[in-house]
Structure formats: C-alpha cells, structure tokens
C-alpha cells in the first residue's frame, strides 16, 4: 500500500503597506511616525511581527481594536518617532510580538539604547467618551552645579481630547509629570487614601495643572489636565486603575530600595491622611 503524497502547505503573507499603516494612524488621531521611519521598521519585522502588526492596524482601521491593541501602537509608534529624534535607527524600535491584544515588551536592542527620560517598559491607556489618558513611568535627572546628578523615578501623565468615537488628537495632548514630592500623594490617591489632590505651576510657562477626585460615589477616579484655557478629563474605573498603581508603586519603589512594600504603604497612607488633613478632605 502506497502512502498518501504528502501535501506542502505554504502561507501567503500579504507585505504590509507603509502608507496604509501612517494613514491609518494620522486618521484615528494616533502618534505618527514619518513614513521612511515606518518603512524601515517594517522592513525589519519577522514574518510573526509583521502579522502582529497587520492584525492590530486592521482593527485600528475597522474601529474593532481593542484597549491592548491601542496600548500596543502607542508604544510603537511613540518609540519610531522618540528613538528616530535621537538618531537610532527605527528597526530597533519594532518591540517584541506578543499575544494579540498584549503590550509591547523591549527588546534586547532597546535595552542597550534607552531613551533618556522615557521608559517604554510598558503604559497604560485608559478611554473614554470625551478623552484617552496615557501613563508611563519615566526615569528624571536633575543636574546639580558640581554635584553629580540626580535620578529619581516618576510617572507622566498625558491626555489627549476625543475627536470623534474611538479617536483622539494625541498631537495635541497635555504631558504632565509628577515630581517626586507629587508621586506619593497621587499614590495615596489612587489608593484611596486621599479624597482630592491638585498639582500646579508645571511646565516653561507655569500653566499646566492636575486634579484628581476620589468619585466614591460613582466607583471612579476623576483625572483632569488643564493647560491655559484646556481641559481635558478621563475617569479611571476599577478595572484601569491597578496597572496604575503598580506603576506607581514600583518608581517609589526604585526611588527608596532600602524599603520593602509593606513599609512603602504605610508611608504613603500616611503622606495622604496628612495631605487631606491639610486641606479638609477627610480620606
């Protein structure tokens, strides 16, 4: 008895078309690399990376992406555009594939060129109906006249206005980053330790200014960025705000190693019990 010839079964991949990938982008509101920068990165995609991709920018195009799929092209295109300012090559950028609907992770190119002030270990995104929130932790150095400089971790925060349903104008977001004596009382508030907290006098021109309400009532917490005469607010519901904490958790974390968790906790209970003893708002 002879056997059955066996069958070669070769997939087809369909190249992916740069144009299509910017246009998308620049059409849903997206951060948006310059096309040379997309064409380069798609050139260096494996055949599973550039399906990853293909997946995610057809449901971009099609408004069926999902929170992760938006997460995901964030990050990439935020990388492109970040790490071709800073002349390395956009190949490096293309993070690792994943899961579809799972972030981007570094690669071991990204890890050997970092971007000062930016870590894309992961963000999170957070949408609603009237806008997007974006947070990220972020490495500051602060240079000292004949001291050595000094690294503390924080959190930046960026908002960008909805457009239309499932678009936002990410080109003009507000960026608003914690300073380090910021970054525990907004934890306290995330914790729900402190009802109200409200940042200001941030950025070149003293204008940018953060508030965040507990909402017990309505199980949110109400985030606003406000820039001169802009406003733009995000509620974080209960099933957004743990990757938050952890994010923030984590830089306060980095910033005092010789103490463990548990004792991080109750330092930040206890700067947002002070804080809303301070200003009448009983946690």
Known sequence: ???????????????????????????????????AQVKRAISSLSEEEADAL???ITKLASGTEASGDSTWLVDWANRLKN?????????????????VGARPSRTKDDSKKPTPG???DKSHHVFSTKGALCVEPVEIITE???KANEVYHSLQIEMANAMSQRRFDWERKIIFRLTRRELPLFTAGLFGWCRAIAFGNHGPNKDKYLDMVDQVGEGSIYIRLKQGKRVIGVPIGGDEVFEIMAMAMKALGKNAPFIDSQGLLQMVRRAGAMHSTGVGVKP
């Open 144 to 146: 000292r006249v004949g």
């Open 54 to 56: 293909r997946d995610r």
């Open 1 to 35: 008895m002879r056997d059955a010839p066996i069958l070669s079964v070769t997939a087809h991949t369909t190249p992916i078309n740069p144009k299509w990938v910017v246009f998308t982008l620049r059409g849903r509101g997206y951060p948006t690399p310059e096309l």
């Open 118 to 120: 930016r870590d894309y």
């Open 83 to 99: 790490e071709s300012d800073l002349g390395i090559d956009a190949a490096v950028a293309t993070p690792q594939v994943e899961e």
